[in-house]
């Protein structure tokens, strides 16, 4: 297996594609995919667009999905669920289609929906994401961090080097520093979601209690899986 971190969406080659990319958004996108997924939401369109989004949103029968979007860090007006979490329990999710549009995480996931394979990855879905790769036999696999705005985000390439460390196997110069980064700071992850400039972004919105949940390494064991361009549902191992 050879590894390749991209730190953005931006730095993915458009001439190629892996057997897998792992789309990894820890603040919050792909946090929230997996808790949504884990609490038995059926499945998360992944939109770049709002516009769009409403669109789809138009065609399903009343009460079959939810809207969830966040610009800037907030809720879209309108939208039934921004992208904290703690708003996918169970009692709203269960059974429901999620059409999402965040800033960085779906316009990542968007960048690489062609490829065969494509999971998200978080630190609270690290061991499972770990097993997929341990198990699968790709020779190519891509970390793709969804960054801030086209800019690198510390969370996100700590994320992708936790992948990396675990799976020890050589990779780009970017796995390198990115397992470096992880190295870091595995003690410490609520330490380096503080540090990261979109993790003070969300403290001053009152975010505390996500960037600790976000932080907590393997709490869940559900792995995101495209099973259809755009589409993602939740699998087990
Ligand atoms: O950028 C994104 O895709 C979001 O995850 C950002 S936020 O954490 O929801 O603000």
């Given at each position: 297996?050879?590894?390749?971190?991209?730190?953005?969406?931006?730095?993915?080659?458009?001439?190629?594609?892996?057997?897998?990319?792992?789309?990894?958004?820890?603040?919050?996108?792909?946090?929230?995919?997996?808790?949504?997924?884990?609490?038995?939401?059926?499945?998360?369109?992944?939109?770049?667009?709002?516009?769009?989004?409403?669109?789809t949103a138009?065609?399903?029968?009343?009460?079959?999905?939810?809207?969830?979007?966040?610009?800037?860090?907030?809720?879209?007006?309108?939208?039934?669920?921004?992208?904290?979490?703690?708003?996918?329990?169970?009692?709203?999710?269960?059974?429901?289609?999620?059409?999402?549009?965040?800033?960085?995480?779906?316009?990542?996931?968007?960048?690489?929906?062609?490829?065969?394979?494509?999971?998200?990855?978080?630190?609270?879905?690290?061991?499972?994401?770990?097993?997929?790769?341990?198990?699968?036999?790709?020779?190519?696999?891509?970390?793709?961090?969804?960054?801030?705005?086209?800019?690198?985000?510390?969370?996100?390439?700590?994320?992708?080097?936790?992948?990396?460390?675990?799976?020890?196997?050589?990779?780009?110069?970017?796995?390198?520093?990115?397992?470096?980064?992880?190295?870091?700071?595995?003690?410490?992850?609520?330490?380096?979601?503080?540090?990261?400039?979109?993790?003070?972004?969300l403290l001053?919105?009152?975010?505390?209690?996500?960037?600790k949940y976000?932080?907590?390494?393997?709490?869940?064991?559900?792995?995101?899986?495209?099973?259809?361009?755009?589409?993602?549902?939740?699998?087990?191992?």
């Amino acid at each position: 297996m050879k590894i390749f971190v991209y730190h953005t969406p931006e730095l993915v080659p458009t001439q190629s594609l892996p057997d897998c990319a792992v789309v990894i958004d820890v603040l919050r996108a792909t946090s929230t995919i997996a808790t949504a997924l884990h609490n038995g939401a059926a499945g998360i369109r992944a939109f770049a667009d709002l516009e769009e989004l409403q669109q789809t949103a138009a065609s399903f029968a009343l009460g079959t999905c939810l809207k969830a979007g966040e610009r800037g860090g907030k809720g879209v007006p309108g939208f039934e669920m921004g992208n904290s979490p703690f708003e996918y329990t169970p009692e709203r999710v269960t059974g429901k289609r999620i059409l999402m549009s965040t800033t960085n995480g779906t316009r990542a996931l968007q960048a690489v929906q062609k490829t065969t394979v494509v999971i998200t990855a978080a630190f609270i879905n690290l061991g499972v994401v770990r097993n997929f790769l341990k198990q699968e036999e790709f020779q190519t696999v891509w970390l793709v961090g969804s960054g801030w705005e086209g800019s690198y985000s510390l969370e996100d390439t700590g994320c992708a080097g936790a992948v990396a460390w675990e799976l020890g196997e050589p990779g780009n110069d970017e796995t390198v520093a990115a397992c470096a980064l992880y190295g870091q700071w595995q003690g410490d992850l609520l330490g380096l979601l503080k540090q990261a400039s979109h993790g003070q972004r969300l403290l001053g919105l009152g975010c505390l209690e996500d960037l600790k949940y976000c932080a907590d390494a393997g709490r869940l064991n559900v792995l995101p899986r495209q099973n259809d361009e755009g589409y993602l549902v939740g699998t087990y191992l």
